[in-house]
């Protein structure tokens, strides 16, 4: 059975101190609300990693990086390795996030390796696909996320497969306030599982979480988590706030 996931994406945002405040209230309301019934993860900026793990300690909130380097060691000045992050114990690593695509020029065969690089050092890759506008407006959406998702995963064996999270974020919806509608949502959910079940069979795609991210928010989240491809969401704007982020995770239940 496919876990349910609601993961928070802080992207560049928050000092220490509104970091720590933000994770104890998290944590508290996740350890009195939610029960274990959804894997709540925070992905956040990378030299809060070793802090605010140390203070989630055994929280039922794991902790998550936003990227990672595609090298291991080396002379990469400001970049970050799995091999670092598995150092860590850090369990959860976003990758292919579509501002990482946009402002980073990350493509679908680096992303492959960083894939790779990421199972390697046994982290759970989160990874992002999604449409811009152009592509959703000229109606080849599907068939350029299936692109993205050939690209970036069907090198990887059946076992290493159903260690990955999948997100679909159209980069439309991102940022927005515009959501995608709950029919678009499981549209493009079930074309995402129906292609992973063309290369991997049926039982291997059922298992894989398949989380919607764009613009969800407390209002938004429970109709689109009730639809039955959408395994939870990837959360931006929305994750920068205890109250909302935590009734966006009790949407999942
Ligand atoms: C994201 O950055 O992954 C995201 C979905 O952002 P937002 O929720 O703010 O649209």
Redesign the pocket.
Same mark, same amino acid.
């Given at each position: 059975m496919r876990e349910k996931i609601v993961a928070g994406?802080w992207?560049m945002n928050k000092t220490l101190e509104e970091a720590r405040i933000l994770t104890t209230e998290v944590m508290g309301m996740v350890a009195d609300e939610v029960k274990g019934k959804v894997k709540t993860i925070l992905c956040v900026p990378f030299p809060y990693l070793a802090i605010l793990k140390n203070q989630l300690g055994n929280s039922a909130v794991k902790i998550g990086a936003q990227n990672c380097s595609e090298h291991d060691w080396g002379a990469y000045t400001g970049e970050v390795s799995s091999l670092m992050l598995k150092s860590m114990e850090i369990p959860y690593v976003?990758l292919g996030?579509?501002?990482r695509r946009q402002y980073f020029g990350e493509n679908g065969k680096l992303l492959a390796t960083k894939v790779d690089k990421a199972l390697a050092a046994n982290l759970t890759p989160i990874f992002?696909c999604g449409e811009p506008l152009e592509i959703r407006e000229a109606g080849t959406h599907e068939k350029l996320v299936k692109l993205q998702v050939e690209e970036s995963l069907f090198h990887l064996t059946a076992e290493a497969l159903k260690k990955i999270v999948i997100?679909y974020?159209p980069v439309w919806?991102?940022?927005?306030?515009k959501?995608a509608s709950a029919q678009q949502a499981q549209e493009m959910h079930a074309v995402i599982r129906k292609h992973l079940a063309s290369k991997y069979g049926d039982s291997v795609a059922s298992e894989i979480s398949i989380l919607y =991210?764009? !613009?969800?928010?407390a209002k938004n989240a429970q109709e689109l988590f009730s639809c039955p491809d959408v395994d939870g969401?990837?959360?931006? =704007?929305? !994750?920068l706030k205890s109250r909302e982020f935590v009734d966006i995770v009790k949407a999942m239940k």
């Amino acid at each position: 059975m496919r876990e349910k996931i609601v993961a928070g994406n802080w992207k560049m945002n928050k000092t220490l101190e509104e970091a720590r405040i933000l994770t104890t209230e998290v944590m508290g309301m996740v350890a009195d609300e939610v029960k274990g019934k959804v894997k709540t993860i925070l992905c956040v900026p990378f030299p809060y990693l070793a802090i605010l793990k140390n203070q989630l300690g055994n929280s039922a909130v794991k902790i998550g990086a936003q990227n990672c380097s595609e090298h291991d060691w080396g002379a990469y000045t400001g970049e970050v390795s799995s091999l670092m992050l598995k150092s860590m114990e850090i369990p959860y690593v976003i990758l292919g996030h579509s501002e990482r695509r946009q402002y980073f020029g990350e493509n679908g065969k680096l992303l492959a390796t960083k894939v790779d690089k990421a199972l390697a050092a046994n982290l759970t890759p989160i990874f992002c696909c999604g449409e811009p506008l152009e592509i959703r407006e000229a109606g080849t959406h599907e068939k350029l996320v299936k692109l993205q998702v050939e690209e970036s995963l069907f090198h990887l064996t059946a076992e290493a497969l159903k260690k990955i999270v999948i997100a679909y974020e159209p980069v439309w919806a991102i940022g927005t306030g515009k959501t995608a509608s709950a029919q678009q949502a499981q549209e493009m959910h079930a074309v995402i599982r129906k292609h992973l079940a063309s290369k991997y069979g049926d039982s291997v795609a059922s298992e894989i979480s398949i989380l919607y =991210g764009g !613009s969800v928010n407390a209002k938004n989240a429970q109709e689109l988590f009730s639809c039955p491809d959408v395994d939870g969401g990837l959360v931006g =704007g929305a !994750s920068l706030k205890s109250r909302e982020f935590v009734d966006i995770v009790k949407a999942m239940k």
